[in-house]
């Protein structure tokens, strides 16, 4: 059964950083595309961040650039997203989510998976 378990939320000050955890339970991470994606209140929500399992290449949202980190240790089948300089247009519920590889991996499209989320505020 795959399970995709989030952690590392939590309420941080303007220009804190802050490390987001996902555990994959029931596959291998290194055999999805996997990404971390975000809903603020009243918003739709948008892909952060996610890697590819058919060349391994990744892309962040433009906003977040030069500030956020994704990172995997498949050794931990586990996802991390590295947030620097944090400020309240960060403030939201993040998820990570997890696309079914064809035979040639899975690029970063719709997911199949997700989880429960963390969330995340941002305020002085």
């Known amino acids: 059964q795959v399970e995709l378990v989030e952690s590392g939320g939590g309420l941080v000050q303007p220009g804190s950083s802050l490390t987001l955890s996902c555990v994959a339970h029931?596959?291998?991470?290194?055999?999805?595309?996997i990404g971390w994606f975000r809903q603020a209140p009243g918003k739709e929500r948008e892909m952060v961040s996610c890697i590819s399992s058919t060349d391994g290449s990744t892309n962040y949202l433009d906003s977040v650039k030069g500030r956020f980190t994704i990172s995997k240790d498949n050794a931990k089948n586990t996802l991390y997203l590295q947030m620097n300089s944090l400020n309240s247009e960060d403030t939201a519920t993040y998820y990570c989510g997890a696309r079914t590889p064809g035979p040639f991996g899975a690029a970063c499209s719709i997911m199949d998976y997700w989880g429960k989320g963390t969330l995340v505020t941002v305020s002085s």
């Open positions: 029931g596959f291998t991470l290194d055999d999805y595309a």
